[in-house]
C-alpha cells in the first residue's frame, strides 16, 4: 500500500498511537525526574469510589506530564512525517531556500520564567531555558522565516 494513502485512510489510529506511546515515555520520564514509583504520582480520580479503577495525575505531577507529553508527542510525530491536522496525514515537505541573499533581522523576545515549585529562579536556570523554548521555520509568502530563541539579554 501507498504509505501516503495509508497515512491518509489511518490517521486517526496513527494520531492514536502516537499519544499511547507518548503517554507511556512521559510516565517514564515523570518517574525518572522525581524518582518516585508510578503509584506516588496517581491519585484515585473520584476519591469517594477509589476502587474503581480511575487514576489522575496528583495536581503537583500534572504539568510535567504535560510537558513530557508534549515533547514525547512532537518527537514521535516529526519522526513519522506525521501531522494530524493535515488533510493526508503527513507534514509538507521540507522547505528548500533558492534564496541568493539572506538578510537577518534581530527582535528583541521578553519572556518570564516562574518556577512551579514557588524556589527561586537563578541566573543558570535562566541560562538553560531560551534552547528549550523556540526554534521554528515557515513559509510567509514568498519568504522562508526562520526562527530561533538561542540566547539572553537582560535589561531588554
Known amino acids: ?63 510535567h506530564f504535560n510537558r513530557f507529553y508534549d515533547i514525547e508527542y512532537n518527537r514521535l510525530a516529526k519522526l513519522m512525517n506525521f501531522d494530524y491536522d ?11 531556500s533558492k534564496a541568493t541573499e539572506i538578510k537577518t533581522a534581530y ?3 521578553r519572556y518570564n520564567i516562574e518556577n512551579i515549585t514557588g524556589a527561586e529562579v537563578s541566573d543558570e536556570d535562566i541560562d538553560n531555558v531560551p534552547g528549550h523554548i523556540w526554534n521554528d521555520t515557515k513559509v510567509v509568502g514568498d519568504y522562508i522565516i526562520s526562527t530561533e530563541i538561542c540566547g539572553r539579554i537582560d535589561n531588554c
Open 86 to 96: 493535515m488533510e493526508n496525514g503527513q507534514m509538507s515537505e521540507p522547505i528548500e
Open 1 to 63: 500500500m501507498d504509505l501516503n494513502k495509508y497515512y491518509q485512510e489511518h490517521k486517526d489510529n496513527i494520531n492514536s498511537l502516537i499519544m499511547e506511546i507518548a503517554s507511556d515515555l512521559a510516565e517514564g520520564n515523570l518517574i525518572q525526574e522525581f524518582k518516585l514509583p508510578f503509584e506516588a504520582l496517581v491519585e484515585p480520580e473520584d476519591p469517594n469510589n477509589p476502587d474503581n479503577g480511575c487514576i489522575r495525575y496528583k495536581e503537583k505531577y500534572q504539568d
Open 107 to 109: 527582535a528583541t523576545v
